[in-house]
Nanobody, 125 residues
Framework: QVQLKESGGGSVQAGGSLRLSCAAS????????MGWFRQTPGKEREGVAF????????YYSNSVRGRFTIFQVKVRNTVYLQMNNLTTEDTGMYYC??????????????????WGQGTQVTVSS
């Protein structure tokens, strides 16, 4: 079992920035990938950004590529999501995920075993 603790959500005006963080603890030895999904009421959960811990490969959704960056700093089991030039379309609950995946499967929520509680991001116009 992996526990995921998210932080960094909040409210910001369009064009602003936020940084989310996610710290994993527990049985972390068996996961090779961490990332983020987001969800707004009435919409399906959407994969946003993912990073493979060892190789460093990263994947982004088309809607955030060029504006969001997923990265690690020193601590293996903590990932960050730097979100720049936010728009109202980025509003939603952001969930951290961790798991053992094959590349090219990250955007399917069914492949992820470990989910955080979520942190709310609200972007106003």
């Amino acid at each position: 079992q992996v526990q995921l603790k998210e932080s960094g959500g909040g409210s910001v005006q369009a064009g602003g920035s936020l940084r989310l963080s996610c710290a994993a603890s527990g049985d972390v030895a068996n996961h090779n990938c961490m990332g983020w999904f987001r969800q707004t009421p009435g919409k399906e959960r959407e994969g946003v950004a993912f990073r493979y811990i060892r190789g460093g490969s990263t994947y982004y959704s088309n809607s955030v590529r060029g504006r969001f960056t997923i990265f690690q700093v020193k601590v293996r089991n903590t990932v960050y999501l730097q979100m720049n030039n936010l728009t109202t379309e980025d509003t939603g609950m952001y969930y951290c995920v961790a798991g053992s995946l094959d590349e090219q499967t990250e955007f399917n929520p069914g492949f992820w075993r470990n989910w955080g509680q979520g942190t709310q991001v609200t972007v106003s116009s």
